[in-house]
């Protein structure tokens, strides 16, 4: 009987997996989301900017992490637009290009925002470090037209805006190493506010950086997304996705438990 389950067919673990996958999608229950302190600072620092207050959110991510890190983007970029703070987008990932637009200008729409005056997308650099130093010296010779191809020395919406320092907020949403590369390149050089999310498995590595204030918040993976949903009250596809991937996680405990029961029922055997 153990050498049986030892050897149970890899395909039932699949099966089960696709179902914990689907169930809870279909059945549609959403579980209690729970903020944590490091999501609720970027929540909290955005309330406490008045009204055309500047922010800006570099989307440097493409469509591999789109799942984890774009309802951040979007959950951020309504809590931005519902405030009456002015975006200002950008990537240094040539692949967040085309998230970053339709994201800040579809959600812009919905609140009557004006392309311009209320937000722009400068689209993207490359160069990372040099962007970002380039930025810090000044913003307009860095990015000198916009995505759209419009100058940006003419746009409404960078009024008072001349480098990296005049910032009110930057966010990083990254899937790779750029969140070190602001801090090093922009926060330590020009001292703005600077907070972060990403994919969880970079989560863990950002957490010294909170520990030394040089992140004032993070959120990290779909729970981060989520959280941020949570806050601003506009539960979307994060909080959504979070009953799966709770049920996927639990199953995986039960698998890893199953496996150690039965390798010390062999050896007992034996």
Not at 240 to 261: D, K
Request: aromatic share 10%; with cysteine.
């Amino acid at each position: 009987m153990i050498e049986r389950l030892i050897n149970i067919d890899r395909r039932l673990i699949f099966v089960l997996v696709a179902m914990a996958v689907t169930i809870p999608l279909l059945a549609r229950f959403n579980l209690p989301v729970r903020t944590t302190k490091e999501v609720e600072n970027i929540y909290n620092k955005i309330n406490s900017l008045p009204k055309n207050s500047h922010i800006l959110i570099a989307f440097d991510y493409d469509p591999a992490s789109k799942e984890e890190l774009q309802p951040m983007a979007e959950a951020l970029l309504h809590h931005c637009y519902r405030n009456d703070i002015k975006v200002v987008g950008m990537t240094l990932n040539p692949g967040g290009t085309g998230l970053a637009v339709r994201a800040i200008e579809d959600i812009g729409k919905e609140y009557g925002k004006t392309k311009g005056a209320d937000f722009v997308f400068l689209g993207y650099k490359t160069g990372v470090e040099l962007v970002m130093i380039n930025m810090g010296e000044n913003i307009f010779s860095a990015f000198p037209q916009d995505f759209h191809g419009n100058a940006t020395i003419d746009l409404p919406v960078l009024n008072g805006v001349d480098s990296l320092e005049d910032f009110d907020y930057v966010v990083d949403l990254a899937s790779g190493s750029s969140i070190e590369a602001w801090i090093a390149f922009g926060k330590e050089k020009y001292g703005f506010d600077f907070g972060a999310g990403c994919t969880a498995v970079i989560g863990p590595d950002m957490y010294p950086f909170m520990q030394s204030e040089q992140l004032n918040g993070l959120m990290s993976g779909l729970k981060g997304a989520a959280e941020y949903e949570t806050l601003i009250e506009r539960e979307s596809s994060a909080v959504a996705g979070m009953s799966p991937q709770s049920v996927v996680h639990v199953l995986v405990v039960l698998f890893v438990l199953f496996g150690n029961a039965m390798y010390f029922l062999s050896r007992k055997k034996r």
